[in-house]
């Protein structure tokens, strides 16, 4: 596709299951963002991807939080045990690379997730 | 990167310029300013950017002070479409990572 695409658009799960959101980024592009956005709030950044490598997982907020990339494309945010403060928008953004063009985000529509 | 500050909202006549301040007095010189903006239930997008120089594009103009402590962004027809959160954000060059700060930004109402 021409864009960010983003799977599942809408989740809901029960607390303590786990669940995975998928990103597929704009191909070719290198660098890959994961933010979360809880109700009313900014933007919080998860962590950063560099081709498969994660150099920046500053933002998780904890060891329940897990994110992975293959192939240098599609990447997998894993929440495990599930709580009801996970309850969020997740959003996921590509750039060409970590300096492209005019530090150019490109984001997809985001997995709203709601724990129960 | 440096912190930035804006107005929590706004509102503005369609059809007229919105003028959305942003204040970055702590910026340095390789530090480039950054503007994005999120419709209601979409991912942000991208606006414009520029480190001294005023930016125009299809978008808006971006106005930076010649001390660049502050900037604005113009949007010179402003549509209801428009209606969006508008973030002002700091970035170094040489940021190892590419990731954006984003803070609250400002919510732009345009009215008819």
């Known amino acids: 596709g021409a864009g960010v695409s983003q799977s599942p658009s809408n989740k809901v799960t029960e607390k303590g299951k786990d669940v995975e959101l998928r990103c597929d980024p704009i191909?070719?592009?290198?660098?890959l963002y994961w933010y979360r956005q809880s109700l009313g709030q900014g933007l919080e950044f998860l962590i950063y991807?560099?081709?498969?490598?994660?150099?920046?997982k500053s933002g998780l907020p904890s060891d329940r939080f897990s994110a992975e990339r293959t192939g240098g494309s599609v990447s997998t945010l894993t929440i495990q045990r599930t709580q009801q403060e996970d309850s969020a928008v997740y959003l996921c953004?590509?750039?060409?690379?970590?300096?492209?063009?005019?530090?150019?985000?490109?984001f997809g529509e985001g997995s709203r997730l709601t724990v129960l | 990167d440096a912190k930035t500050t804006q107005p929590t909202s706004m509102d503005c006549a369609e059809g007229r310029a919105a003028n959305l301040p942003c204040n970055h007095s702590?910026?340095?010189?390789?530090?480039?300013v950054y503007w994005y903006r999120q419709i209601h239930s979409q991912g942000p997008q991208y606006i414009i950017h520029?480190?001294?120089n005023n930016e125009t594009n299809e978008m808006a103009s971006l106005i930076i002070t010649e001390d660049r402590k502050s900037s604005t962004l113009i949007l010179p027809h402003a549509t209801l479409r428009d209606t969006a959160v508008y973030y002002c954000?700091?970035?170094?060059?040489?940021?190892?990572?590419?990731?954006?700060?984003f803070g609250q930004g400002t919510t732009l109402q345009v009215k008819p």
């Open positions: 191909s070719g592009h290198t660098a």
């Open positions: 520029g480190l001294k």
């Open positions: 702590t910026i340095s010189g390789n530090e480039y």
């Open positions: 991807f560099q081709g498969n490598s994660a150099p920046d």
């Open positions: 953004a590509s750039s060409l690379t970590r300096e492209s063009r005019g530090g150019e985000l490109f």
């Open positions: 954000i700091v970035r170094g060059i040489s940021s190892n990572t590419g990731k954006l700060i």
